[in-house]
C-alpha cells in the first residue's frame, strides 16, 4: 500500500469517525429516550431519533387522536375526554373535524361514562375547541367543572338542536327549576340522579346557540341555563337564536341552597339573543334572572325580538344585586322587568339601556312592577336609558311603585330608593331622577327665569345660585312659588 | 490512478458530501439559524410538502428532556430560566412559550433560588403558558416588562408558596425596578388563569405574604381570573404611582388565610389576623377592581383597602371580613366610584367556612380618633371625598350597608331577619361649612326600634306625606298632587328628638 493510499484510507476512516460522533451527540440524539407522544399531540420542534418532531402534551388535535373512530363529534370528543391521565386543562381541539364526519352529536360529549349508581361521570376540565360549521345535538350539553366550551366565532360555529332534542337534566325541586336547555352550566342537582354539587369556571365563548324552536315534554327549551355555576363563570361573544323559552336563563339549584346558583358568576358579556325564524311566544325571554339570585350583571346583550313584539319582556330581572349595562332591546313589548314575580327584588343597576324599532316597537324599556305579592323592587339605579320607538304610548320608565310613566325619550338618571311609610302604609319613595317633567331639582343662576312661568312637575325644586329674587322656589300646582 | 484509489477518493468524497447534507438539515443547523428546539412544527404546503418551524411559538417541555444527565434541571423554573438566559431561543420579537406539558408537583418543584425569569430590563416579550398542577416556588418571582402568564383554570395551576418565604414578602411581583426598561415602569404584565397558593405544604399553615404586588406595571397590566387561596398578608397589593394606569383586575376570588388550617371538609384557617385583606390599593389610580368574591373568616379588619383616588369597585362580594371596603383608612381617597358591593356571612355550601360581615363599605375619617381595632386609622390632613356608592348592600340582618365616619351616618339593616338593606345611591361630595354635599336614596329608620332616621333624602309620592311615624330631619317630600291655594306640595322634615314631623312648605 503506498503512502497516497494510506492517506486516503485515513480521510475516510476519519471522515466517517467525525460524521458518526457528530449525528451520536447532536441534539436529535439526546432528545430520543424523552419522546413519548400520543395520537392528537401538538408537533413541535426538538427531534426524536426516530422522529422529526416532538409531542406537546398540553394538546390533543380530536380529528387526529381518534381517526379509527366511527361516532359521531361528540363520541370523538368523549373519547378523548375520557382518556385516562388526561391532564386538567388539556386543549381539545376539534376543530379539525370535518364533514363527511358527521357535525352532529347523539349524546353530550361531556359525559364520559356512568357510575356504580347509574349517575353520570362528568370529563375532567379542559377547553374544548369546537369546528366551524353547525353541529346539531340530539342531547342537551352539562359543561362541567373549570371547563371551557370555545367555538370560533358567533355564527361560526353553531351548536344547533336537533329534531326531537332530549334534555335528561329537567327536574322540578323543592328549590327551584331545572328547564330543558341546549347548554347547562354544570349539572342541575336531582336527589338522585345527579349529585354534582356546586361548579366553578364554567366558560361559553365564541359561538352561536340555537335552540331551534326545540320542546321537551311540550316545554320550549332555553338556550344556556346556569343553575349550579358560581365565581369564574361566564358566557362571552355568544349568539343565542331561535329560543321560545329563556335565552340566558340565570336560577339556583333545583334541589338544594346547597348546591349553588349563579351567584356571582359573570359578568355575561357581548351576548346577541335573535329569532332567525318564527315568532317567538309571549314567554319568550332574551334573559331571566329569578328571584334571589346574584350574578354579576350582563355587560353588553343585544334582545332582539321580531316585528310584532309579542315577546312580552325581553329581561325578566327578579335577582338582586346585579348591574345591567350597556343593552339594547328591540322588538320585545318591554325592555326589562324588574321585580315581576313580586319578589323583593333590590339593588340593582342599570346603565346604557337603549331601546330601538328596528325590528319591532318597544313600548316600555324599563318596567318596575308593584303588583306581586310581596314587597315591590327598591334601591333601584338606573342611569342613561333611551327609547326610540313606534309604540302609541310608550314609557322609557314605567315605574309602579310611584305610578311614573317617564316619557321622555332619554332619561340621565332615575333612582328609586325606599319607601316612605309608617305603620306598614306606604305614602311614597325616596326618588330621584333629572327628568324635568316629574319632581326633580334645577339648578340656575337667577330666579328670574322661571319668576311668572309655569312649570309642569309639581314638587319640584328650583335653587338660585346667586339667590336673586329669592334662593329657593318650589312648583307648585303648575307655578313656581 | 489506482482502482484502490479511486474508491478512497469516491467514498471520502461521498462522505463529505453525506456530512454536508445531513449537517445542512440537521436540526442543530436549523437551530444555529433561526429555529430554536420547541418551535411549533408547521406544514409548508407545495411545492416543498415538507414540516418546518414556526419561531412564534416554543414548547419548553421539550428543554425538560435535554438534560438527561441532570434530572435536577428538569424543573419548570430552571427550563425557563434557560429558556430566557440562552440566546437564539426566544426571537427578539417575543413568542409564546408552552410550558404546559413540563412536569410540575412537590416531586419535581422549582430549583434553590431558581426563578423562571433572569434579571434583565431586555427580556423579549412573552406570552408562558403554565401547566396544569402545583407549582412549588423556591424564591419569589418578578415578572418582566410586557411578559403575560397564563394557567390552566383556577386550582388546575396552583403557584405554591415557598415555606421560606419571608413575611411581607410577594410571591409575584409585576415588574421591579431592575427589570422595567429604564423608564422605570413595565407595561403589559399580566397574570390570568391560576391559582395563588399561600399555604406551603398541604398540612401546614398559611404564610403571611403578599400573593401578587404591582408596583412597576402600567397600561395593559393587569391580573384576571386569578383564585388566591389562603394568603394571609395581602392577596393582591396594588401601590404606588407605579401602578398607575394599570387594570382593570377582573373576576378574583382571594380567601384569607392564617394558621390553624383544616384541609378536610369544611376547608378553612381558623386563626387569621387582623391585618389580613383581599386587596389593598394604596395611591395608584387604576382602571378599577371588576368582579371579586373576597372571603375570610370574620376577623380580618378589611377585605379592601382604598387609599387612592380615582378608582371603580364594581360586581363585589364579601364574607367574613369587619369592613368590606374600607375606604381612607391609611391615605386619603377621592374621586371613587363603587358599584353593586355585597356583603354577607357565609353559607350555603358545605365548604363554606366564612365569617360575618359587619359593614360593606366603610368610609374612614382620618380626624376621627381610632383605637387599634379597626381598619380605620387616625393621620393629620387626610380625608373622603368624592366618593359615588351605588348599590351597596348587605344582606346580613342588623349589620351596616354603609357607615360614614366623615358624615357620621350609618346605613343599617333594620331587622335581624331582613333579607338586606342597602342604598340604591349614596354620594358623599366635599365639605362645605358645617356638612357635606350628600346625596342619598336610603329611607329607612336607624334600628327597628328608633325613631331617627340617619339620612336626608327625598321623598316623592301624588300624595302627602305620614303625619306621624317621624322622618329625616332636613328631607324633602314633594306630593305631586298638591294645590295652588294649599300648603301641600313640598314638605320639609324638621323636628329632631324623638319626634320629627313632616312640614308643610309650599
Known sequence: MTAKAVLLRFLFFATAMILLGWISTSPTRALAQGCSPVAGNNLVYGNCSTQSSFGSQSYIDVSSATTSATGDLCARIASVLATSGLKAGTVVDARGIVPPTPLSCSSDPFIIGVNGSGQPIFAPPSVVLLPSGTITTSSSWVVPDETQLIGEGPGITTLQAASGFADPFVYAGTNGTANPAVIHMGAPNTSATVTQGIVFAVRILHLTVDGNRQTVSSTYIDGIDNNNAEEQSYVDDVTIQNVLANGLYLSADPDSTGDGAADHSGPYTNI???????????????????ANVEPRGIHGISCLGDSTSAATYAILLNGNSTTIEDARIDGFNTGIYVGSTGDPTQANLLFNITGTDTVGSVTNLINIDNTGTGSSPINLAISAVSLTTSAGTPCTIDDHTTSTCVTNSSVGMYLLGQPVSTSNITYGYSRFTTSPNFATWIVGSTSASITGKSCTANGSIFSSTTGTGGSMWACVAGAWK | MSIDRTIATRTFLAAMAVFLVVFSVSPGR??????????????????????????????ASVFAF??????????ICTILNYVYSTSGIIPPAGAVIDARGIPVGSSNPCAASTSPWPTSSTLPPTTVLLPPGAIFMSTAWVLPNQTRIIGAGRTNTAIVVPAALATGTPMIQMGSSSTCPSGGYCTGVGISDLEINGQPTATSNALDVIGIQNEYSQDGSYVSHVTFHWVEGIALDIETSGANNSGPYTDLTPSAGGTSCTVTSPTYCSAQSTSTACIKIVNAQTKGIHGFTCTASGVPYAGVYLDANSNTIEDGHFEGVVDGIAVGAHDSAAGNVILNITGAIGGGGSDSSSGPIVNTVHICNPAKTYGTTNACTTFAGGSVTDLTLSEIQSYTGAEYAILDDETVTSLQSISAYSVGIGAGIYVLGEPTAG?????????????????????????????????????????IFSNSSGTASGTDTLYICVGGGTSPTWKAYK
Open chain 2, 66 to 75: 435535554k438534560y438527561t444527565g441532570g434530572a435536577s434541571k428538569n424543573d
Open chain 2, 435 to 475: 356638612g357635606y354635599s350628600r346625596l342619598s336614596t336610603f329611607n329607612q329608620p336607624s334600628t327597628s326600634s328608633s325613631t331617627t332616621w340617619p339620612v336626608a333624602t327625598w321623598g316623592y309620592a301624588s300624595t302627602t306625606p305620614p303625619t306621624s311615624g317621624g322622618c329625616a330631619v332636613g328631607s
Open chain 1, 272 to 290: 346577541v339573543f335573535q329569532q332567525t325564524s318564527g315568532l317567538p311566544k309571549s314567554a319568550t325571554n332574551c334573559v331571566n334572572i329569578t
Open chain 2, 30 to 59: 436549523l437551530q444555529a439559524q433561526t429555529a430554536a428546539w420547541g418551535n411549533n412544527a408547521v406544514y409548508t404546503g407545495t411545492p416543498t410538502a415538507s414540516v418546518t418551524f414556526s419561531t412564534a411559538y416554543i414548547d
